[in-house]
């Protein structure tokens, strides 16, 4: 049994353990905050740089696995649509490989388009990309723009995706 020395100290001991947990978790919150508020950002355009891989390497420096690169761009706005100017692969050292956007592609809201380099086509390298241009109106959501890898060869098969990053608004 507890004396009441003990149970007044266990009082005043407990209670500072709750604000002292609370204090600590508000100090996260304009963290956590700033970082869905910048996801959200609207932007009227943007220009993306997106990594590819047509090959990889394994076992050795030597041994490569072609893969095919899907290039994917999601509008995620449900309400705006946006416009497609420039796709544009680029292989290893930064030479223009090919540009697939001959025209303007107009993406609805929450429509996507793809773009698609085969998997016997090696031009672009473990170090190729794309630039990506893309334009709206007014004020939209910025478009989930990524690339997807697969290859198989043999028993070997491999997939991963690589997600866009924006270099200028």
Known sequence: MKTSDQRSTM????PLILPAVLLFMLTLLPAMNAGAAEALAKTTGQIVYVPAYSHIYHGNKNAK???SVTLSIRNVDPDNPITITVVDYYETQGKL??????APVILGPLGSE?????????SGGSGANFIVKWQAAAPTN???????????QSQLGISFTSRGQALQD
């Not at 009082?11 to 407990?14: H, I, V």
């Not at 793809?114 to 090696?122: G, T």
Request: proline share 9%; net charge positive.
């Open 142 to 152: 910025p478009p989930i723009i990524e690339t997807v890898m697969i290859g198989t």
């Open 97 to 102: 490989v090919r540009q697939f956007v001959k």
């Open 65 to 67: 696995l072609l893969l």
């Open 11 to 14: 009082r005043y001991r407990y």
């Open 114 to 122: 793809r773009y698609i380099i085969p998997q016997d086509d090696s």
